[in-house]
């Protein structure tokens, strides 16, 4: 907290830094602080089934899934800064099963925008993402050969481009002829077997070998995103983001997309239902089907996951 609180400190002295070199103080501090908003909003959903001399069978079951979303946003004059926080983590237990892990995700977003002029609807606009996991992930029910790790995937993309929205943060519409995708990579398994797209590891004949795989891959392409959020009734709120991502070097015209949409239903201040859908699909990412005990790749295919939960949530 400390060291958020003098990080705050030195960016609002730097903002109000004046041509005359001497930091301007002729407006009152808490109006400078007007300009930046901080929010938080934590929860968690619960689902369990329990059976006891059930006729018609079934298995006792818990889930849980934690979430966690904060936003730092900076506005002034022309200027806009929006920066999201996401972290999400669920399992799930049934009976004598280990718990499974039934969502897992960890982005960070930043996204500076300068409004042509005083009447226009456009933003000059420069955008970073990076998306990660944190735990090990498998394809059950196999627990002894890791599909996915920490920063294995891990995506960054950094590109500039051209931003329309009236209120940018809540509708948008970004366009970037000009993003750099970078696909990480960092183990070093995954990364010989040529996980997520990489360079895959070149053995001999023998087996031996020769070259380790490479645990990056660059890109170079045309990024879209489409951004809606608002309350569409009293207590219901709506979030759906559309990304579509084409690389100029690699087969240009093969579309990368990654489409979430989230509906939350307010009960009251704590309590709250949610529905959501997430669906992507990358040509560098390969499915696995588990066949006579093995783990066959079925080549890249559409992903999707449905999310439905009830849970509390606390706005801080």
């Known amino acids: 907290m400390k060291l958020f609180v003098k990080l705050f400190c030195f960016l609002?002295?730097?903002?109000?830094?004046?041509?005359?070199?001497?930091?301007?103080?002729?407006?009152?501090?808490?109006?400078s602080l007007k300009t930046w908003q901080f929010k938080n909003k934590a929860g968690i959903d619960l689902s369990e089934v329990t059976f006891v001399n059930w006729n018609a069978g079934g298995s006792n079951s818990i889930?849980?899934?934690s979430s966690l979303l904060s936003t730092l946003v900076y506005k002034k004059e022309?200027?806009?800064?929006?920066?999201?926080?996401?972290?999400?983590?669920?399992?799930?237990?049934?009976?004598?099963?280990?718990?499974?892990?039934?969502?897992?995700?960890?982005?960070?977003t930043s996204n500076i925008g300068y409004q042509?002029?005083?009447?226009?609807?456009?933003?000059?606009?420069?955008?970073?993402?990076?998306?990660?996991?944190?735990?090990?992930?498998?394809?059950?029910?196999?627990?002894?050969n890791p599909i996915s790790k920490f920063f294995a995937p891990g995506y960054i993309f950094l590109g500039i481009?051209?931003?329309?929205g009236k209120r940018i943060e809540e509708w948008s519409v970004y366009?970037?002829?000009?993003t750099y995708k970078g696909t990480m990579?960092?183990?070093?398994?995954?990364?010989?077997?040529?996980?997520?797209?990489?360079e895959p590891a070149v053995y001999d004949v023998d087996g031996n070998l020769i070259k380790k795989g490479k645990r990056n891959r660059s890109e170079l392409g045309l990024y879209f995103i489409a951004t809606y959020q608002a309350n569409l009734f009293e207590n219901i709120n709506i979030?759906?983001?559309?990304?579509?991502?084409?690389?100029?070097?690699?087969?240009?015209?093969?579309?990368?997309?990654?489409?979430?949409?989230?509906?939350?239903?307010?009960?009251n201040d704590f309590v709250r239902a949610a529905l959501g859908s997430h669906l992507i699909y990358d040509d560098d990412v390969d499915a696995f089907e588990e066949i006579n005990g093995k783990q066959i790749n079925k080549g890249p295919k559409v992903q999707w996951k449905q999310i439905l939960g009830v849970g509390v949530t606390m706005d801080f």
């Open 175 to 178: 366009v970037s002829p000009l």
């Open 78 to 108: 022309r200027l806009t800064w929006v920066n999201r926080g996401v972290f999400r983590l669920g399992g799930n237990k049934q009976e004598s099963q280990r718990i499974r892990k039934t969502d897992d995700a960890l982005e960070l």
């Open 12 to 31: 609002f002295c730097v903002i109000s830094y004046g041509q005359s070199g001497q930091i301007i103080t002729s407006k009152p501090i808490a109006d």
């Open 185 to 198: 990579v960092l183990d070093r398994e995954l990364a010989n077997s040529g996980a997520f797209g990489v």
């Open 161 to 164: 481009g051209a931003e329309y």
């Open 63 to 65: 889930s849980a899934l």
């Open 239 to 267: 979030r759906s983001q559309t990304e579509l991502y084409s690389d100029y070097v690699n087969s240009f015209g093969n579309i990368d997309v990654n489409w979430e949409i989230l509906f939350d239903f307010k009960v």
């Open 116 to 144: 042509k002029d005083s009447l226009s609807n456009w933003y000059y606009s420069g955008r970073f993402n990076l998306k990660t996991q944190l735990l090990h992930g498998f394809s059950y029910p196999d627990r002894e």
